[in-house]
């Protein structure tokens, strides 16, 4: 089973030494960071890159009805995992 945000947060003030508090404010920070950074590539060494990616418009299909509908070009994010990262949680 997953890890809760609070069981994330203690684990890592356990093996830092920081507070919870400490942690928190860490990763909130991160996150803004990431946000902020997003339209230029965001890396967090080791485990990925946040990245922008436009998607072309293209035919689809509403699931309901079957009817042919057009989706409009779009940009999304998208998160690459790291190599390194992949080869260590696949082995």
Request: with cysteine.
């Amino acid at each position: 089973m997953a890890m809760t945000k609070s069981q994330i947060m203690a684990a890592l003030a356990e093996r830092t030494g920081l507070s919870k508090k400490q942690v928190r404010t860490f990763f909130e920070e991160l996150a803004r960071l990431a946000y902020q950074e997003a339209p230029n590539g965001f890396s967090i060494p080791g485990i990925g890159k946040l990245v922008l990616v436009h998607r072309k418009a293209r035919q689809g299909r509403n699931p309901a009805t079957g009817e042919i509908i057009q989706i409009p070009a779009k940009t999304v994010v998208k998160f690459r995992i790291a190599k390194v990262c992949k080869e260590a949680v696949m082995s």
